[in-house]
């Protein structure tokens, strides 16, 4: 989805019906309160923006992007 797949794309690559890819698709929707795959890629990078953020703050997660976990 993230590259921009259609339901019939990703119904084949995943080996279900186009139908029940549509169903999960409105069902992801609504539950996150949106109505198209754009406004889903817009959650997706702020998501990853808000992730990059808190990373920086994290300094177990700076160990681990350094590869500084040498001591366990």
Known sequence: MIEGG?????ANVIARSEGTVRNHLVSIYNKLNIS????????FL???ST???ASKDDPLIQL????GDDHC
């Open 46 to 48: 702020e998501a990853m």
């Open 51 to 53: 992730l990059e953020a």
């Open 6 to 10: 259609s339901p019939k794309l990703i």
């Open 64 to 67: 681990e992007i350094k590869g």
């Open 36 to 43: 198209s795959q754009a406004e889903l890629f817009g959650l």
